[in-house]
């Protein structure tokens, strides 16, 4: 099925959401008068432009350290609700377990009505019913208020993940009574995956009733997810087949779309020189009408303002610009960049080393086109010389690649499942050889 007529039979059956009829931006529109925006939503009284908040700026703490910029963070909460965005995605683990006071002392300065407060049980290291249920109080406590609007069980893999941490351990039927009694409004989980795991997950569906379900997609992952997670055409469209509304997570894969190698970027600008790289990216999923939010991680005003531009009267693509992307990802595909987003769910590693500031400086080095390929290259001496000195710069040294022992502990918590040891090892042997002139 071609892209046009799977989002005919999907707008079908999203009719059956109570989705409400086009606007010329192809989607229901939320104004707000005190910014006189105009929010992009499918759903009534909810902004498709969602706050991710596992990315709030950080600042030094004058002890070699960072901690979370509150004074930011309230004013990007603050811009954001007024002009229009009102719901808000934490966890318990997020930056270092200081993510939930972060965003509530930020949320709570306004009015309980003009937020939605999504947050998880992350119950990853202590499953048993007591730790869950302290837990899921404590999320309660912490953003002041006697109900969660979206609550996520998180980072599921499938069926034998969840009847560990939820099912066997009696806190599942807890989380039923919560959603029944009106402390939870809405119940459902975020998948990290293979297929077989988001089939055990939907056979649970006439059991559990999800409300809705957090999955990565954009146009990349729509068909090259990598490694054993699973197509987003695939999750997205088996969702829609069961009316539950999608929330979306890494529209621009953690930072890779936003900024392209430069013959993707420049592809985009030529066509759209006033829109930003990652405006496609986020336009692209505007046109999917099952979408309740879409989460982007906004850590400074300017990502804010202008995913406000874009979502604010958004404007959809149309075929030709789709395929112009799916195109550009099947070259991806074939790209020699690590799939990082930068979750930092590997963190902190055992032995010092910072794993997606590593992968970072690779990824933008490839990116930018200073990645050193071989000595026969012009102006060798120079590119390595600038190449080495941005590597210690990006990365302290008692930091870097070659501090990796293998323990394989990062590997065991990335959603992405990359072989994390592997790919800091390559990485490793590839600065040796080039301080060597090995290339």
């Not at 999320?139 to 893999?157: C, K, N, W």
């Not at 469209?237 to 894969?253: G, K, S, T």
Request: proline share 4%.
């Amino acid at each position: 099925m071609d892209r046009r007529h799977f989002l005919e039979t999907v707008a079908g059956a999203a009719a059956g959401l109570g989705l409400a009829a086009c606007t010329n931006s192809g989607v229901r529109s939320n104004a707000d008068s005190e910014s006189g925006r105009s929010m992009a939503s499918n759903y009534p009284g909810i902004g498709l432009l969602g706050y991710g908040c596992m990315r709030w700026p950080l600042k030094d703490d004058g002890n070699g350290g960072k901690v979370i910029d509150q004074d930011q963070v309230n004013r990007l909460v603050d811009e954001a609700i007024r002009s229009g965005v009102n719901y808000f995605d934490s966890a318990p683990i997020y930056l270092g377990g200081n993510c939930e006071e972060a965003t509530s002392i930020a949320l709570n300065r306004h009015p309980r009505d003009k937020w939605l407060l999504a947050t998880k049980l992350s119950n990853f290291n202590a499953w048993d019913y007591e730790s869950s249920l302290k837990m899921y109080r404590h999320s309660l406590e912490v953003f002041r208020t006697d109900h969660i609007d979206y609550y996520l069980l998180h980072a599921l893999s499938g069926g034998e993940d969840f009847e560990k941490r939820f099912g066997s351990t009696g806190i599942m039927d807890f989380l039923l009574a919560e959603r029944e009694a009106g402390h939870i409004r809405n119940l459902g989980f975020s998948f990290h995956g293979d297929q077989s795991g988001f089939d055990e997950m939907m056979a649970l569906h006439d059991k559990y009733h999800w409300d809705f379900v957090q999955i990565q997609m954009n146009y990349l992952d729509w068909e090259y997810p990598g490694a054993k997670n699973t197509k987003a055409s695939y999750l997205y469209a088996e969702l829609v087949a069961r009316n539950i509304p999608v929330v979306i997570m890494e529209p621009i894969r953690g930072g890779a779309l936003a900024s392209l190698p430069k013959h993707f970027a420049l592809r985009l600008k030529e066509k759209e020189p006033d829109r930003s790289v990652a405006s496609w990216a986020f336009r692209y999923l505007g046109g999917f009408p099952a979408i309740l939010t879409v989460l982007s991680g906004m850590s400074e005003m300017a990502h804010l303002k202008d995913n406000l531009d874009t979502f604010c009267n958004l404007k959809t693509l149309d075929d030709s610009e789709v395929e112009m992307l799916y195109e550009m990802a099947a070259e991806m595909d074939s790209h020699p960049l690590i799939r990082c987003t930068g979750c930092r769910y590997c963190m902190p590693c055992p032995y010092g080393i910072d794993i997606p500031g590593i992968f970072a400086f690779y990824n933008n080095s490839v990116n930018e086109g200073s990645y050193v390929t071989s000595q026969e290259q012009k102006n060798y001496a120079r590119a390595k010389k600038r190449y080495l000195l941005a590597y210690d710069k990006a990365v302290q040294s008692s930091s870097q690649a070659d501090h990796c022992i293998s323990c394989g502990k990062c590997v065991k918590a990335c959603p992405q499942h990359i072989s994390i040891p592997r790919e800091l090892r390559k990485i490793d042997v590839y600065i040796e050889d080039l301080k060597q002139d090995r290339l």
